[in-house]
């Protein structure tokens, strides 16, 4: 096989993301046993860092999942819904959709609450769902992929304990690019991955995890092997993970992290992103007939989803991300299934623009130039 045929593309979709090629790089570097001393030097540093990214204090456990942060997710609903118990699952958008999904497999007693794509959490309705389902654990989307809504997680953890359930959070697309504030969240787990805004190839899913959910998944039987997150964190705590790692990821993230905190700065790279969420909003008020979908006070840092003009196809945005293929970008023509049916229902369709992760103010103005005259034709 040849592979001088695999195009070296910038990628600007959702995940996975760009990665720079000092991390490309650090794939070479010597492969590890995962049960040797070798280990804590790469996974050490890196889960201690991961949780000073997440500002979150030392009780707070960081568990790293072999998979995507869809591992990590489904394990919370295994470990912490008990099968006599109702989980509340809230959607804005595809991921929230996913994470419903997950508690109706594994035979959870799953009830849905789910808002119109490009809608953030109504607090009112939220509260007459709580209080009509008594669940003992709420799923909702911090930041969802799909539409680019960003939901207020201090305000709706606050409202869940109030009724006395805990807050199971899917923070897969914002995680290392905005500031997040772990301890005073009110969330008892928090999910996230290596392929989005930690700007790593995927492979890891990562879940932080209060004391309070330990205890809590102590109590629930039936949690699996890999999904069982009082197992998991066996190995946790040796700065391990639980079954056979990918060591070329593990030396990434490794250089990685550090970077994040000793390079480029952590307050810095939350700064670039918002940055970068202001060149994206700038450049879609430019564009007749565009408009940002998601409301204003809840749109992401990281991804900007876009209302196209009426009549605008799906099949029109393929070819636009052809034509920037052949500029040497990857342009995201919108969520699949979204837009599918989007159009069966004569609504305007939607591109997303992914700004994310160790992609640059420069390198995003560059690829803006590229696409406008691709929209506009």
Known sequence: MSTQDFADLQLFITGPTFIRPEIREAGLLPEFGHRDSENVKRFGPAMAGLKELAGCADDFHVILFNGSGSNAMEATVRSLVADDETVLNVSVGAFGDLYHKMAVVNGKK??????????????????????????????????????????????????????????????????GGAKLDLSASGAATYATSTQKSLALPAGFGILFATPEAIEKAKTVKNKGFATDIVGQLGRASKNQTLTTPNTTLANQMAVQIDYILHTEGIDNRFARHLKMQGMVHDFVASLPGFELLAPAGHRSPTVTAVRVPAGMSVAQLKKVKEAMRAKGYLFDPGYGKLNTDLEEKGQRVLLRLGHMGDVTPEMLESYLVALKPELLK
């Open 110 to 175: 799953a009830v849905q609450l789910k808002f119109e794509a490009g809608q953030a959490i109504d607090m009112g309705k939220l509260e007459a769902a709580l209080a009509e389902h008594k669940p003992a654990c709420v799923t909702f989307t911090h930041n969802e992929t799909s539409t680019g809504v960003m939901n207020d997680m201090q305000a709706i953890c606050k409202l869940i304990r109030k009724h006395g359930a805990l807050p199971l959070v899917d923070g897969v697309s914002i995680f």
